[in-house]
């Protein structure tokens, strides 16, 4: 069920306001909504947090701190934009304060409450909002990622969420579903004719799923040494890819009709025991290197890691999908922090011809291969065979490219403006239900608590590469090989 938008004015409230996702992401987000008319005149953005600051404080924190990321700087409108900002001093424990909150909010207003906050938190939120008679049938919460720490602490924030939004009022943020490719890869799956016969075992032979980033883990040291890549990339955002590559065509787009096709997925994923998980993943740490010329430091040695940190930093692994479209077909997994490159993609690797009458030629046993890049630009390309000009039959790979920056004229906006306006407009398909949630804990869990028991150190990278050597053992061991050409 979809909330029903209404005329009411709208105040969106974010718990975490001086967070660094609050300034990177959701201001910046919020602002281009606004430059695009997408935020009604009445919208106002009330920031929540600890800092003992008044209106004229955060505006300047948010001047300082979001301006110079803004994609299209525009004086007026960010002077407009500014004008609906608030701030309310809201220590999360504290009754008085929410009554304070609630006076900043207009009555009868519909209010979205944004939680960039640590989970920790979200218990005590809801109740002090519920309490504060904050709360009604219009009220939307947002959920950041991450989501718990394993399943009974998801579990629990889910239940205490409950007490407070029902499940059609609870918006569970995964902002890799808010990318522009990873939606279009649903049209590209379902509105053309062509692939659905092919998108399957076994036409398709292997499905890989990287997300590569250069960065470091920077300020974050605090949170990421507590958490590792499998449960800040892994449980989240590539389980959600991996689910859009391999869902049945859901009956319609509503929430639920695609929902559940998700969660059957996650539902159908093998369950690693001990002897998978030696055999299929492997864990990763950066140490010292060089990442696009400049020298940095290892894992170890970024402020506030603890000495002999085992957290790792990269993670790749093995799955597979227990059900007829995807029986015997592995789903790589790949994510790392200071990798060679900033690249997020899926490759799609088809089988080979059943019959080659190019046997001997050069490239006659490349296959084709839809590669999805996501990030840093987003394209779909189809590798398919052609002969190399001249004489004789030789065999040579090229893309079919769809470039969709030239066709497509329209402004792509980012993930969490997408996202934002989802949530404004009552839209929950883009969102994750929290079966769906507990369902990839489910997945998860097993593979933390095997780590823990072999109680191995994670295998150290130099930054700048693109993993430990074993990750591209754990494919040559089936014959394949990470895309790292492109
Ligand atoms: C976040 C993770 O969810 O996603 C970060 O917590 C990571 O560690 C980020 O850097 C990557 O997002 P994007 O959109 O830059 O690929």
């Not at 309310?88 to 304070?100: F, M, P, T």
């Not at 409450?113 to 219009?138: K, M, N, R, S, V």
């Not at 292997?206 to 883990?217: D, K, L």
């Not at 159908?268 to 998978?276: C, E, I, K, V, Y």
Request: hydrophobic fraction near 40%; charged fraction near 20%.
């Amino acid at each position: 069920m979809t909330a029903t938008p209404s005329a009411a004015p709208l105040d969106i409230v974010i718990f975490g306001a001086a967070g660094d996702l609050s300034w990177r992401k959701l201001l910046p987000a919020l602002f281009m909504a606004h430059v695009h008319g997408r935020l009604d005149a009445g919208c106002r953005i009330i920031g929540a947090g600890r800092q003992p600051w008044d209106r004229a404080a955060y505006v300047r924190f948010i001047e300082e701190a979001s301006r110079p990321l803004l994609k299209e700087p525009d004086g007026t409108a960010w002077q407009r934009f500014l004008e609906r900002l608030d701030f309310v001093s809201v220590d999360a424990g504290q009754s008085a304060d929410y009554a304070r909150l609630q006076a900043a909010c207009r009555p009868g207003s519909t209010k979205v409450f944004y939680l960039a906050t640590a989970p920790q938190l979200f218990t005590t939120i809801c109740e002090q909002l519920d309490q504060a008679g904050l709360i009604d049938a219009q009220s939307r919460v947002v959920l950041e990622k991450p989501l718990g720490h394993d399943l009974p602490s998801a579990q629990a924030i889910n239940d205490a969420v409950a007490r407070h939004f029902a499940e059609h009022q609870t918006y569970r943020i995964d902002h890799y579903l808010g990318k522009e490719t990873v939606q279009n890869l649903l049209v590209l799956r379902l509105g053309n004719a062509i692939f659905e016969p092919l998108w399957r075992a076994p036409y398709i032979r292997s499905v890989q799923i990287t997300v590569a980033e250069t960065v470091g883990v920077g300020s974050r040291a605090g949170f990421y040494d507590q958490t590792g890549a499998l449960r800040d990339m892994v449980q989240n955002h590539l389980l959600q890819l991996l689910c859009i590559v391999a869902m049945e065509a859901p009956i319609s787009l509503d929430p639920d009709d695609v929902r559940d096709e998700k969660l059957k997925v996650l539902r159908s994923l093998h369950r690693m025991g001990p002897a998978d998980i030696r055999q299929h993943t492997v864990r990763g740490q950066y140490t010292a290197g060089t990442v696009q010329g400049e020298p940095v430091p290892g894992y170890q040695q970024e402020a506030n890691v603890p000495l002999h940190s085992q957290t790792e930093t990269f993670v790749a692994l093995r799955a597979h999908i227990h059900n007829a479209r995807w029986a015997g077909v592995p789903f790589f997994l790949r994510t790392g922090k200071r990798m060679q490159k900033r690249r997020s993609e899926i490759i799609i690797e088809f089988a080979d011809p059943p019959f080659s009458v190019f046997a001997g030629q050069p490239n006659a046993q490349r296959p084709n291969r839809l590669v999805i890049t996501l990030q840093p630009e987003e394209s779909i390309q189809l590798q398919m065979m052609a002969k190399e000009p001249g004489s004789g039959m030789n065999l040579k790979p090229v893309f079919l490219n769809l470039d969709l920056e030239s066709a497509m004229s329209g402004r792509r906006a980012e993930a969490y403006e997408r996202l934002l306006i989802d949530v404004v407009k009552g839209r929950l398909t883009h969102f994750m239900r929290r079966d769906e949630l507990e369902a990839a804990w489910r997945w998860a869990d097993p593979i933390l608590a095997g780590w823990a028991q072999m109680n191995e150190p994670p295998r150290a990278y130099a930054a700048g590469t693109w993993g430990p050597a074993a990750s591209s053992a754990l494919m040559a061991r089936e014959g394949g090989a990470w895309n790292e050409e492109i």
